[in-house]
């Protein structure tokens, strides 16, 4: 804008008020554009030093804590403390040092954390495929999906005071007592989970068995009244295989879609249980 107004013909004192600008600061911005040209506009940086932790240094950093201190020549320790994970890199020459902040920062940088350490089955059912397919094909509509609900049992739930985690006030934490009679019996949470509707209904039923599961059977149906099919996905408990469960599941158009053999992770429900017992019975003494 300093140079337009100069070609305009506007004096320095003009142009100082136009831009909000001294004027020493406009003959100065006039001299170097007159002197070196459009180069003048640019402003003048100095160099950055190179960073430190060049991305090759990040991703060795990275490679060592997604592996275990005995891949790294440790004896002892299985698992990596911010402190043995810091000092690795140094030990090994990858960097002169690291502080403990700047090792916090890439590993939110680049998504690694500390964390539960997880199980997993190896499924040999023969049908694995041909059942995996099965869900795929279920759980995989855009437009007009069918009537999909996801079922299983959660329990025996009985009724001893629950801790877990809430919010509180520094030093005075939530309390449960730590004595206490099961006085209620158990329970078992019938859960079913529409799949496309994402909504989870269920029940407490005071046992887990064929007589109960027909029950339960009957119940998902009162839920959809329209009378279309309903596909139920559901594992290999034998009570949800009785001949009189087969028998109710025909009369009331019920599929049913079994899951295969060690493969619990691939009904839908599984997921949401651990949630139900945090929102239901985190910091919790029930009494019935």
């Not at 700047?102 to 964390?115: D, G």
């Not at 407490?204 to 339960?216: D, E, I, Q, T």
């Given at each position: 804008m300093i140079v337009l107004h100069s070609f305009q013909g506007f004096s320095p004192p003009k142009i100082a008020g136009l831009v909000l600008r001294s004027e020493d600061r406009v003959r100065r911005v006039i001299k170097d554009y007159n002197r070196v040209g459009r180069a003048a506009l640019y402003p003048k940086t100095s160099p950055r030093p190179e960073p430190k932790f060049t991305?090759?240094?990040r991703k060795a950093i990275v490679t060592f804590a997604l592996s275990r201190p005995k891949d790294r020549g440790w004896r002892g320790p299985t698992s990596w403390s911010l402190d043995l994970l810091r000092e690795t890199p140094v030990f090994e020459g990858v960097v002169e040092s690291i502080r403990r902040e700047?090792?916090?920062?890439?590993?939110?940088?680049?998504?690694?954390?500390?964390?539960s350490v997880t199980t997993w089955k190896s499924s040999k059912d023969p049908k694995f495929a041909e059942k995996l397919r099965r869900l795929n094909e279920?759980?995989?509509h855009t437009h007009n999906p069918p009537i999909v609900v996801s079922v299983d049992e959660m329990g025996p739930i009985s009724l001893p005071p629950y801790g877990g985690h809430t919010w509180a006030r520094s030093g005075h934490p939530d309390r449960v007592p730590a004595t206490y009679k099961r006085l209620g019996g158990?329970?078992?949470l019938m859960g079913a989970y529409d799949y496309y509707h994402k909504r989870f209904r269920g029940y407490?039923?005071?046992?887990?068995?064929?007589?109960?599961?027909?029950?339960?059977l009957r119940w998902v149906r009162e839920r959809y009244p329209s009378g279309?099919?309903?596909?139920?996905?559901?594992?290999?408990?034998?009570?949800?295989?009785?001949p009189a469960a087969v028998l109710e599941a025909q009369k009331l158009r019920i599929t049913f879609v079994p899951t295969p053999t060690n493969a619990s992770h691939l009904n839908p429900i599984e997921t949401h249980f651990r949630t139900i017992r945090r929102w239901a019975f985190t910091g919790t003494n029930y009494t019935d």
């Open positions: 991305p090759p240094i700047r090792l916090r920062q890439i590993r939110l940088e680049e998504s690694f954390k500390f964390q279920l759980t995989n158990i329970r078992y407490l039923s005071p046992s887990k068995n064929g007589a109960g599961y027909v029950r339960f279309r099919k309903i596909y139920l996905i559901q594992d290999h408990l034998s009570t949800h295989t009785t």
